[in-house]
């Protein structure tokens, strides 16, 4: 059973830093991985997708990595503003059941002024 | 606007009492899923469905049920609440198979549930 895992749970980090979020999983027989946003109280806003078959994905200031064999994943946050303040989400779909989501727990950040 | 569209957002109600949370998506995505979101559990999937008339269980369908007559709906039913089905709720929907690839996720906006 695929599991994921979002280390750190929470992180602060001051305006203007770059911060990279890390999420590994157990099954490295993945379709695709993506990361999504969650501000509280809405929903889940679809941020980067990356195919099994890729390494990365870029927008904006945003950049996510993705090493199947080591079932590991980053997403890279550049020059950070408190806008970025949110929980981020790791989620794979595994090969087989394609669009089925197994989420992390998250990365709760908050970017201070 | 693209968009799948959860009511009510907010919900208290007794223990026992039937219930259905509506989803509604707009981007002709034969896929649609249900999500319970809670505490140090992260997001599990309960149910989905593949097109009209196909559904299958998620993770953790026990006390829901589902059901798809149209493309575009999604409705989830709690025939009888408890209160450890107090949770936030997410619809989802994307494209299904070939066209997945590629394909991004849209979630609704969610539904607190309370159940007392």
């Known amino acids: 059973k695929q599991e994921v895992t979002q280390i750190p749970a929470a992180l602060s980090v001051p305006e203007g830093e770059n911060l990279v979020l890390n999420c590994s999983f157990t099954d490295s027989a993945i379709y695709n991985l993506q990361w999504f946003r969650q501000d509280p109280g809405k929903g889940l806003t679809s941020l980067l997708l990356?195919?099994?078959?890729?390494r990365e994905q870029t927008s904006g200031r945003l950049n996510a990595s993705l090493d199947k064999s080591s079932g590991r994943s980053t997403l890279y946050i550049a020059a950070s503003q408190p806008g970025d303040s949110a929980t981020y989400l790791c989620a794979v779909s595994d090969t087989g059941t394609a669009s089925k989501l197994t989420f992390g727990t998250g990365t709760r950040l908050q970017v201070t002024l | 606007e693209a968009q799948v569209t959860q009511n009510p957002r907010y919900l208290i109600t007794v223990t026992g009492k039937k219930l259905t949370v509506t989803c509604s998506q707009n981007m002709n995505h034969e896929y649609m899923s249900w999500y319970r979101q809670d505490p140090g559990l992260g997001l599990r999937q309960i149910y989905y469905s593949m097109n009209v008339e196909v559904t299958d269980k998620g993770d953790v369908p026990e006390g829901y049920k589902v059901s798809r007559k149209e493309k575009r709906n999604f409705p989830l039913i709690l025939e009888s609440p408890s209160p450890n089905q107090t949770s936030l709720y997410f619809c989802?929907?994307?494209?299904?198979?070939?066209?997945?690839?590629?394909?991004?996720?849209?979630f609704g906006s969610g539904t607190r549930l309370t159940v007392v």
């Open positions: 990356i195919q099994s078959s890729q």
């Open positions: 989802a929907s994307s494209f299904w198979g070939a066209r997945a690839s590629g394909s991004f996720y849209t």
